[in-house]
């Protein structure tokens, strides 16, 4: 009864063929086969506060709105702000959903459409698929097969389930899947509003090493080639701090390929902490920390020319795409800002 086919249509056309060619796998180091980019939602990565490095304690719940102009608005509600591995895990998701994931049809109310849902509501311990109508996303992976698409390290832990790698893996990308799961999002354009999950669905099984994920409409959207940013995955795997991470999202969505832009280190810091008012020497501590965290985007082949005090600022310029390619249509859309939708 767990077997896909029990509970998708047989017929779900894979989103690599619905976006040609460029799907976004390369064949990774010691025989994976590694996706190269993810097309990632805007409203997402600018998000300021839905991603942190450090969650306030007194900070309870997660309220941010990311304004992306014309009337658009994507508010994002949760009990607490998701954290760096939560971003680092759904950049992994969004990527592996390009080549890898397939598309959730809108299916004729029949008997059997019924019968699936109802057993899905049921939740019986064999019903490990989640389902849904719509024009959305999901994948089916491994644990392992998503902590090497972001570059997790295999770790044995004896007090994981099952104490072999997987259960690790299952342990640490589980939790992270509810919290995101736990997170809403209201979009509101121009007086037209809808609402669903950061996740849509999720089931896992540690026992059987694998996790059914449905992604969200927007983030769906952006994956099969609307207005969208373009994730270095390769990039990603090769990021070692947290603070790297959350800033390189946000440049990979500001910064396109080739360009160049300046920045203020303050922003930087307001993109990656969010809270009180610090003290004059915690600030300095922020302010080392972003520009170690840019020295490391620096690393990996992007520019960066930091200005001397008072200014305090960075001028980044992003690399050329690795592949070479800088379709002009494909360009035009990452530009776009997500309107004219609902979603």
């Known amino acids: 009864m767990g077997a896909e086919g029990d509970f998708f249509p047989a017929d779900s056309d894979t989103l690599g063929a619905a976006i040609g060619a460029d799907g976004g796998s390369t064949a990774g180091g010691g025989g994976k086969h590694l996706t190269s980019f993810a097309r990632h939602d805007r409203a997402h990565c600018l998000a300021t506060g839905l991603f942190v490095l450090a969650p306030p304690k007194h900070m309870a719940r997660l309220d941010v709105t990311q304004d992306m102009g014309n009337g658009l608005k994507v508010r994002y509600l949760g009990p607490f702000p998701l954290t760096a591995f939560d971003l680092r895990l759904l950049q992994g998701l969004v990527a592996l959903a390009g080549p890898r994931g397939r598309m959730v049809n809108d299916p004729v109310v ?196 930091f200005k001397a005090k008072p200014q305090q600022g960075v001028t980044v310029s992003r690399p050329l795409r690795r592949d070479n390619l800088r379709k002009s249509s494909e360009s035009d859309v990452e530009r776009q800002g997500a309107q004219g939708s609902l979603l």
């Open 110 to 305: 029949t008997g059997d459409a019924k019968q699936r849902l109802a057993l899905l509501e049921a939740a019986t311990p064999n019903v490990m698929v989640p389902v849904d109508t719509g024009e959305t996303l999901y994948i089916h992976e491994s644990y392992a097969r998503v902590a090497a698409e972001i570059g997790m390290r295999a770790q044995k832990s004896a007090t994981a389930e099952g104490g072999h790698y997987g259960g690790y893996y299952a342990t640490t990308i589980r939790a992270s899947l509810e919290r995101m799961f736990a997170t809403s999002i209201l979009v509101d354009n121009n007086g037209e509003r809808a609402g669903f999950r950061l996740i849509s669905k999720l089931a896992t099984s540690a026992r059987r090493n694998e996790l059914w994920v449905l992604l969200n409409p927007r983030l769906s959207a952006a994956i099969a080639g609307g207005p969208h940013a373009r994730i270095d995955m390769d990039e990603v795997r090769a990021l070692q701090s947290d603070a790297a991470r959350l800033i390189h999202q946000r440049l990979c969505t500001l910064v396109f390929p080739g360009e160049t832009r300046p920045f203020q280190l303050s922003t930087m810091i307001e993109w990656i902490y969010v809270g009180e008012e610090v003290s004059d020497r915690a600030m300095r501590k922020r302010l080392s920390t972003v520009r170690g965290a840019m020295e490391e985007i620096a690393s990996l082949g992007w520019t960066c020319q």
